[in-house]
């Protein structure tokens, strides 16, 4: 079925209407090869036909298109054509599309649509809706996608979709309205309440503190004899009760869940278990939880050995760090950005910034892919040693081989610079950041301007501040104080009372 192509707002649409826009579609077709020599025999008319949109290529084409009118486009383009009929498939894409650029209206309109379609809507639709609004902080709109599910899939919802709505409100903290949702399931969808449902009310209880009243839904489940606690519950009233400083207790509830309910405990919980101690200073006896884990036959994984390196780096332990990440490499395991980033911040803040760099070159080679905060851990290393010229070398560096940074990369820089007393650099280098569209923190730029006041570059403290106010900005009372002041002492009045017109208008 066609949906209406003026569902995008009129804005878009207006906007859109000086240039016409070429079909996706259009780009697949084959350039016209040039015609052939002339020739007595008159060469038979070719008329091509449009080459046939199948389910696939619809779906292929509506998910790479970035602008959702386009999208629409080709979804409208589809249906036109004899015998297509759009499918569950195609219309999730479309709206997939459309809620990721955030056109809500074109998203109602759709599922409007949909009530009157014959083809039969799959109920991972409705999820992934509800993933979309629950993001955009739509609440009330995740509860609507849920009651869909009955209107337009004509299925009754199933207890994993009670289960996703269920775990979205609750993570979002919407309480009332999970209330409202296992109320409505009970009375009118028959809803028993299984495992995965009691898990969700465990993590919402324990995600307040309340570990009590966790235990409680606990208790109530077992009386009920409707569902039992899984690994999953005791993992999560384990994490509570560290989280507390209660790891006495995590510990023995650990012993009844292997002796009395005979739940056999995964990497997941022994990881639980390492983290807690961790946190609570105790990374010895998180060691020895990897060594329980290898005596019974339950193999560490890379986010055991992660975060059993990540307590050592927390203690500035860099030499047990690194004997954990050796073992990584002996067991075959390959770390994955985490752990390298973890262990290069221990290099750095131990003051072994090259043994940081050598292992960022190893952590390349071995195919594992640095992200921002990696880089921004080696510059942060180099600016903390003084070795501001090394810091810009690299990221000049990083910038040819098309590293991905984030605007901390540059800041970490800018604040060592002034730190340093290295303030024409320091303005040198902002006028890069500008280029790049990346702005420095507010007091870093105030502290800039006074700096240069100070050091006699009144001129130049007089165009940072300019161009502050010029990016909107409202500079500190200090900055103004110390750019006048330095004017002043070089009796340069004019500036002065231009400045305090700019103070006025």
């Given at each position: 079925?066609?949906?209406?192509?003026?569902?995008?707002?009129?804005?878009?649409?207006?906007?859109?209407?000086?240039r016409s826009w070429i079909s996706p579609i259009s780009l697949t077709s084959k350039k016209k090869p040039d015609p052939p020599p002339e020739s007595s025999i008159s060469p038979p008319e070719t008329n091509p036909k449009p080459q046939f949109i199948s389910h696939e290529s619809a779906i292929n084409l509506i998910k790479r298109e970035r602008?959702?009118?386009?999208?629409?486009?080709?979804?409208?383009?589809?249906?036109?054509?004899?015998?297509?009929?759009?499918?569950?498939?195609?219309?999730?894409?479309?709206?997939?599309?459309?809620?990721?650029?955030?056109k809500f209206n074109a998203v109602d309109a759709i599922l409007h649509q949909m009530k009157y379609e014959t083809c039969r809507f799959q109920e991972g639709?409705?999820?992934?809706?509800?993933?979309?609004?629950?993001?955009?902080?739509?609440?009330?709109?995740?509860?609507?996608?849920?009651?869909?599910?009955?209107?337009?899939?004509?299925?009754?919802?199933?207890?994993?979709?009670?289960?996703?709505?269920?775990?979205?409100?609750?993570?979002?903290?919407?309480?009332?309205?999970?209330?409202?949702?296992?109320?409505?399931?009970?009375?009118?969808?028959?809803?028993?309440?299984?495992?995965?449902?009691?898990?969700?009310?465990?993590?919402?209880?324990?995600?307040?503190?309340?570990?009590?009243s966790a235990f409680g839904v606990v208790v109530e489940m077992k009386r009920s004899g409707l569902s039992y606690p899984n690994l999953i519950t005791y993992s999560t009233l384990m994490e509570c009760l560290f989280v507390q400083s209660?790891?006495?207790?995590?510990?023995?509830?650990?012993?009844?869940?292997?002796?009395?309910?005979?739940?056999?405990?995964?990497?997941?919980?022994?990881?639980?278990?390492?983290?807690?101690?961790?946190?609570?200073?105790?990374?010895?006896?998180?060691?020895m939880i990897i060594e329980f884990m290898k005596k019974n036959g339950c193999n560490p994984n890379v986010y055991n050995y992660s975060a059993l390196m990540n307590g050592f780096c927390k203690e500035g332990k860099t030499q047990e760090a690194k004997q954990v990440f050796d073992e990584v490499k002996e067991t075959g395991l390959k770390l994955d950005t985490v752990?390298?980033?973890?262990?290069?911040?221990?290099?750095?803040?131990?003051?072994?910034?090259?043994?940081?760099m050598e292992l960022l070159g190893e952590m390349k080679a071995s195919g594992c892919r640095a992200d921002a905060l990696t880089y921004n851990v080696i510059l942060r290393g180099l600016c903390s040693e003084g070795r501001t010229e090394e810091a810009l070398e690299m990221l000049r560096q990083w910038g040819c081989e098309e590293v991905h940074l984030n605007k901390g990369s540059y800041r970490i820089i800018l604040n060592a610079l002034c730190k340093n007393g290295e303030l024409e650099k320091a303005v040198e280098f902002l006028s890069l950041m500008s280029k790049k569209g990346v702005w420095p923190h507010h007091a870093t730029w105030n502290e800039l301007v006074v700096r240069l006041c100070g050091s006699g570059n009144a001129e130049l403290g007089v165009r940072v501040l300019t161009g502050f106010m010029e990016m909107g900005f409202k500079p500190e009372p200090e900055s103004w104080r110390a750019v006048v002041e330095s004017i002043c002492r070089e009796r340069k009045l004019l500036h002065v009372f231009k400045l305090l017109d700019s103070l006025v208008y």
């Open positions: 079925m066609r949906l209406p192509t003026p569902i995008i707002n009129e804005s878009r649409r207006l906007s859109s209407s000086s602008d959702p009118q386009r999208a629409l486009d080709v979804f409208n383009k589809a249906s036109q054509q004899k015998g297509f009929n759009h499918n569950s498939a195609t219309y999730s894409v479309l709206l997939d599309n459309l809620l990721r650029h955030k639709l409705f999820l992934n809706l509800m993933r979309h609004f629950s993001r955009f902080e739509l609440h009330d709109k995740v509860m609507e996608m849920f009651s869909l599910i009955q209107v337009i899939a004509r299925v009754k919802p199933s207890l994993n979709a009670i289960s996703t709505c269920l775990n979205l409100l609750v993570d979002s903290k919407e309480v009332d309205l999970a209330k409202k949702l296992l109320l409505y399931g009970r009375q009118h969808l028959g809803l028993q309440p299984n495992t995965c449902i009691i898990n969700i009310l465990v993590k919402h209880h324990c995600k307040n503190g309340d570990v009590d209660r790891s006495k207790e995590a510990m023995e509830l650990f012993e009844d869940m292997i002796s009395k309910e005979g739940i056999s405990p995964d990497p997941v919980t022994f990881n639980v278990m390492i983290n807690g101690f961790c946190r609570a200073g105790e990374v010895e006896r998180a060691k752990g390298y980033t973890t262990l290069m911040n221990c290099f750095c803040r131990s003051g072994q910034v090259d043994e940081a």
